[in-house]
């Protein structure tokens, strides 16, 4: 691979740790932002000379696509994959698992942790998207305004929760859609876990279950 300048360096180590710490890619505002330019092309420009020198690649037309080339193989934990919820059950019963991912340990904070798979639009503006996978920790007990998993019956939801009392609020990041409120003492609501990490697969055919 051809040489980078030394700011180079630095967007690309940025790109790097912003990826192992949440799981998808910093986009270009973020860029710039970090590196205090005055716009985004600045950062287009820093984006595209890694790309061309080798580094990264990008898939046109999509958001957060920038790929790290030739990151050195980290060591990987299996991650059981929840596809469904079955009304009664643990969620990591056997009957909900569709099998399990390989994810660099770094990124596995807590033991038990799993994935799930996200389905709808109420989260895009917390760049949670549809067909989206998140990383979850279970805890029974999240802080307001983190991205919680809750259990409402035999569904699970994927929503900002905020607690005062004994009501809840699931509030959803879509201008479009309403908050959820609910009592805690209600049978058919539980909290399993918080949202630590979001993956995002640009072909979906790229899924590897074990």
């Known amino acids: 691979m051809r040489k980078l300048t030394k700011r180079q360096r630095e967007v690309l180590d940025f790109i790097v740790e912003y990826v192992e ?15 205090k330019m005055k716009g985004p092309r600045g950062a287009f420009d820093h984006l595209s000379s890694l790309e061309k020198k080798g580094y990264i690649c990008r898939q046109s037309g999509k958001a957060r696509s920038i790929e790290v080339i030739g990151q050195p ?11 469904r919820v079955a009304a009664g059950q643990p969620l990591l019963a056997v009957e909900n698992i569709e099998g399990t991912v390989p994810l660099p340990r770094s990124l596995v904070r807590g033991e038990n942790s799993f994935l799930l798979r996200i389905q709808g639009d109420s989260m895009i503006e917390s760049h949670i998207q549809d067909g989206d996978y998140v990383l979850v920790r279970p805890q029974a007990v999240v802080e307001n305004g983190e991205i919680a998993v809750v259990v409402i019956g035999d569904e699970a939801t994927v929503k900002r929760l905020y607690q005062q009392g004994d009501l809840i609020e699931l509030r959803p990041a879509n201008p479009n ?9 209600q049978a058919d609501i539980r909290v399993v876990g918080k949202v630590t990490a979001v993956f995002r697969l640009l072909d979906r055919d790229s899924l590897v279950l074990s």
């Open 177 to 185: 859609m309403k908050p959820m409120r609910f009592k805690m003492n």
């Open 21 to 35: 710490q949440r799981g998808y890619a910093p986009s270009v505002r973020e860029i710039a932002d970090k590196f």
């Open 73 to 83: 193989i980290r060591e990987t934990v299996p991650v059981p994959l929840v596809g």
